[in-house]
């Protein structure tokens, strides 16, 4: 029987790139499970108040929901047999930048995926990765490689 890959997806929710992922590794029909922190913004915002009560000071209000997220991305990412840090155009991803510090500490390989504007800023970040992605279907590329070794169809 055949390992499945656990594929942890870091980073920005405001675009469709793990829709992308997801889509490719479904059409390579690749044995691999997609997991990720909460990427509806104001759940993974509020959850902390939500289950833990009120805060009337941002600061805790924003803790409360730190701390549950952590121990969802902490649980997630050291469970994953690789990571892929998604560093996006429109917000900076302090969060992706900490989970891309995390896996290299863990020794999780991952994959930065990132627009070339971002190189320099990111230059350690991806010094220390596997593999640096323009687009998410590189990323599927690249996992059909390491999981089958596949090489792309093009």
């Known amino acids: 029987m055949s390992m499945v890959w656990t594929v942890y997806l870091s980073g920005e929710i405001h675009s469709d790139w793990r829709e992308r992922i997801e889509t490719g590794v479904k059409a390579l029909d690749l044995p691999v499970e997609l ?3 909460i990427t509806v913004h104001e759940d993974s915002d509020d959850c902390g108040v939500a289950i833990f009560g009120r805060e009337d000071n ?3 209000h924003d803790r409360k929901g730190a701390q549950l997220n952590a121990m969802r ?3 997630l990412l050291a ?3 690789i990571a892929i840090i998604r560093f996006g155009e429109k917000y900076k991803q302090w969060n992706a930048a900490f989970d ?5 500490a863990l020794g999780i ?5 990132h627009p070339t504007e971002h190189d320099h800023a990111l230059k350690e970040v991806d010094a220390a990765a596997n593999g640096v992605a323009r687009e998410p279907e590189q990323v599927v590329d690249a996992l059909a490689y390491i999981i089958r070794g596949d090489m792309p169809k093009s």
Do not use: C, N, R
């Open 58 to 60: 941002k600061f805790w």
């Open 100 to 104: 891309a510090g995390q896996a290299a």
């Open 79 to 81: 469970g994953a047999d």
């Open 109 to 113: 390989p991952y994959i930065t995926l």
């Open 35 to 37: 997991v990720a922190p």
């Open 73 to 75: 991305t902490k649980s």
